[in-house]
């Protein structure tokens, strides 16, 4: 069937149509559940429709991805690094279209929709590279004849729900990992963006087919908290890996864990740029617009509150303030829009709600603070000054708000810092290595990512990325975050023909 608009023909290249199906289920496309729509959120206006999972389709899937799981398990490391590389290739083959599918759906702009996808694919090349080095150690025994050795062993089958802000990238950062690490991959991408969902797994579908491996190593759902609920309770699945709000990774962390699973949460984040006396105030300036105003304040790494030296306060607020207003807000694909609209017109009532709570706790709006009547969820690039020990900057607001606090000294710069709930990302801006040796020690910024003199947001792949306290602990992508998706096992051979015992105990 052919879609409404012209303007979405460029779909049938990554295999979507005006109708899809929304399973990918024992190397099959079905669904039996109900029928939704992908909508654009610079109009509102439906894409294209999807059949969502059924508890069935679930469970069919399910079944099917379990016995794969025992095929997959025994392929050689480097030979599922050989695969990932292939899913690799066929993502760049389909980079411009997969990022324009990203903006069209999600909302961001054309350069972040074509980042997003970037993203997987540097992914894989990371995974190609790890497939031939998940190594294990060595330990000195102190048992003669004896020797220990960690050895890492796949898990199974890894679950990964994703939120709608990122509907493939932090895909990429577990799938690319879990499948070099001998895992099959259940995926439950974001009711929101199902299209992506679908395109994302047609690609690795043809490549696990092209080398006659099953389907199932790979399942896709479309669908929403009641498939969300399936995964956390599913006890074929030893790792959940959740991305998205604190209250919902909260509820799936708690059924995880009751049947003794394990989670990986990425969860909500409230991160802030300190700007110290001495800072670069171009450089800083440049890069509170990129975190702050970037993805329409959607990323869970968004600037929200800037911390501002007394001295420099007037300064960089005067020169925000203008850059705000030339903020070019329209049509993500469209050359030259800095600000999309936000994903959902729930997402835009949230806004106004937020800036009512935002008035009523005595913030003052500097610039924007309203919506901008149109179709679509659009709304105006907001900067409000307002003080540190409001209820309402203890919370994640996900639109492009920005608040602004000033304070005298470093200490007291960090101490609201750690002050939130929140640990996800950070940043400062200074010239001085002491101050930026204290931001990154104890007594320094509490958050999983701690930066100097860069935004908030726009990570590289090959560290480790997540954060604190709510935001849920977890470590996704580079670094050895590989290790959570595998068993370790400690093991101590007697190679001799006493036995000695460990402590030196002596048992008779
Ligand atoms: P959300 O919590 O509403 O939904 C996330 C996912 O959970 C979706 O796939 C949803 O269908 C599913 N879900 C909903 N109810 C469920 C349930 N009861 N059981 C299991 N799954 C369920 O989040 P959202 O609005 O899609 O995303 C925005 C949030 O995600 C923000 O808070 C943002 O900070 C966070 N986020 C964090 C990171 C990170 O790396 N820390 C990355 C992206 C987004």
Redesign the pocket.
Known sequence: MGFAKKEYDFLKEIGLSSENLGCFVDGTWKAHGPVVSSVNPVNNQTIATVMEASIDDYEEGMRACSEAAKIWMTVTAPKRGEIVRQIGEALREKLCQLGRLVSLEMGKILAEGIGEVQEIIDMCDFAVGLSRQINGLIIPSERPNHMMLETWNPLGVVGV??????PCA?LGWNACNALVCGNCVVW????TTPLITIAITKLVAAVLEKNKLPGAIFTAFC???E???A??KDTRIPLVS????????L??QK?VNERFGKCLL????NNAIIVMDDADIKLAVRSILFAAVGTAG????TCRRLILHESIYQTVLDQLVELYKQVKVGDPLEKGTLLGPLHTPTSRQNFEKGIEKIKSQGGKILTGGTVIESEGNFVRPTIVEISPKSNVVQE?L?APVLYVMKFKTFEEAVEINNSVPQG?SSSIFTQKPELIFKWLGPLGSDCGIVNVNIPTNGAEIGGA???EKA??G?R?AGSDSWKQYMRRSTCTINYGNELPLAQGINFG
């Not at 729900?161 to 990122?166: R, V």
């Not at 959740?242 to 990774?249: A, L």
């Not at 959607?298 to 790494?301: A, G, L, Y």
């Open positions: 729900i994703t939120a709608f802000n990122f932090v439950k991408g974001a009711p669908g929403g908290a498939i969300g609920q995964i956390a959740f991305t998205g709000s604190t209250k919902v990774g509820m799936v059924t990425e969860l909500s984040g959607q990323r869970c790494t994640e996900f996800l990325f997540g954060g935001t849920g977890g996704e």
